[in-house]
């Protein structure tokens, strides 16, 4: 058998266990069973990622992607209905890469990032909450001066909302 495999010697202790030695499958030679139980453990979490990964919530509850988009929207709005306000679309787009880098680092598809972004039921719940809040501060879509009084508040605030307006 030497002769066939000239190493043996040197790789028998080494990377085999020896003859003398009885074979401990799953123990580590030097740190025995406590090592054994960490290794268990390791493969037990691996194998149980994939069902924490399918745990995740709908983007629409992680708050840092939603409200992001809605200021957006918010802005974006005003901008369409007041005439002096445009909206920084550029800093908008931006920022919406930024959501889709964020979703996917948690674990987001893109086919989910579409399918959150173009439903409709997330476009009625976004165009409610957003006119829940125009009307409570005020706008009225029959008066374009009221998303322009909005908006320059907005700006002067510097508000989530006010950094994706300019005034003209």
Known sequence: MTGVFPYHRLVR??????SSEPLRLGQS??????MSVIKLVALASLIALPVVAEAKPPL?????IDNELYYIAIANEISEFCPSISGRR???????????SKANNLGY?????RSYVESDAEKDRMRAKGEAYLAKNG?????PETFCSLGQKEIQRNSAIGVYLRAN
Not at 60 to 64: A, C, F, Q, Y
């Open 13 to 18: 202790g080494v990377l085999l266990p020896s």
């Open 139 to 143: 706008v009225s879509y029959d008066s």
């Open 29 to 34: 030679k030097t740190k025995g069973k406590p």
């Open 60 to 64: 629409r509850d992680v708050k840092e």
């Open 109 to 113: 598809s893109d086919t989910e990032i």
């Open 90 to 100: 550029l800093k908008a787009i931006s920022v919406m890469w930024g959501l889709r």
